[in-house]
């Protein structure tokens, strides 16, 4: 893309990442498993946040699209800290954090960490504790005893991998079985269709998020990527009343 930039970490690895500065508060795009900011959803809502004038940020995790590093290195706490320094980095005041997927879970640890400053949050498909629920013992297993498994991909023709890494990593960031302490304005919107992620995963999440303001949104012929027209219009729309509610 023409307008990347590059942020180096102190230890050196160079995160992609495109910023549209203007007014607040600022939305953060956090994308899902192995994908990047080049995908439908996060380029509708940099453009869309655009034109309105409002900030937008969008990063490629490490190992991810344009970003230096490898995947089989990268795990929930490495991107936490990415997207929190490019956020130090970039962003003055308030932020609405919007994640897909695994960017579901991600925006739960960042939304978390942020505190104050996270004016809201809206959840694609979030997909919280794949590790968990995700996987069967076996699996499990074998993950633990530093085994990498290989999933069918319907999106591709090469296999997704899950490495002992980020499944490590992952079990020891587990939160639906407890308080999640976010008291911000919670959206979920969830396809009934998505054969990745239950949507019932998004019922659960709302029970253990500690906002008493949470809507959860439920598309009966939605998949689980959500990005047709229809469903990104949705996705935008939710985004301007919830930014709106919170400037």
Not at 160 to 165: L, R
């Amino acid at each position: 893309m023409s307008d990347t930039e590059f942020h180096t970490m102190p230890g050196g690895r160079r995160i992609a990442f495109r910023f549209s500065p203007s007014t607040g508060p600022a939305l953060v795009f956090l994308p899902g498993y192995m994908s990047d900011m080049a995908g439908g959803k996060a380029t509708a809502l940099f453009e869309w946040a655009k034109a309105r004038g409002q900030a937008c940020l969008l990063l490629d995790y490490s190992g991810c699209g344009e970003s230096a590093g490898d995947f089989a290195d990268g795990t929930l706490s490495k991107w936490r800290e990415e997207v929190l320094a490019l956020i130090d980095a970039k962003l003055d005041g308030q932020a609405v954090v919007i994640g897909s997927s695994m960017g579901g879970w991600l925006m739960l640890l960042v939304g978390t960490a942020l505190g104050s400053r996270l004016t809201g949050i809206v959840g694609i498909a979030a997909a919280p504790d794949f590790t968990d629920w995700g996987r069967s013992e076996t699996d499990k297993e074998r993950l633990a005893a530093g085994n990498t498994i290989y999933d069918d991909n319907p999106y591709g023709p090469e296999p997704t991998p899950m490495f002992p890494g980020f499944f490590a990593d992952g079990q020891a960031q587990l939160l639906l079985n407890g308080e999640i302490p976010i008291d911000a304005p919670v959206r979920l919107i969830h396809g009934q269709r998505d054969t990745d992620v239950p949507w019932d995963v998004s019922m659960r999440l709302a029970d253990a998020l500690r906002s008493d303001d949470i809507q959860v949104t439920l598309i009966k012929d939605g998949d689980h990527r959500l990005s047709r027209e229809q469903d990104i219009a949705l996705l935008l729309r939710t985004v301007g009343a919830l930014s709106k509610g919170s400037a």
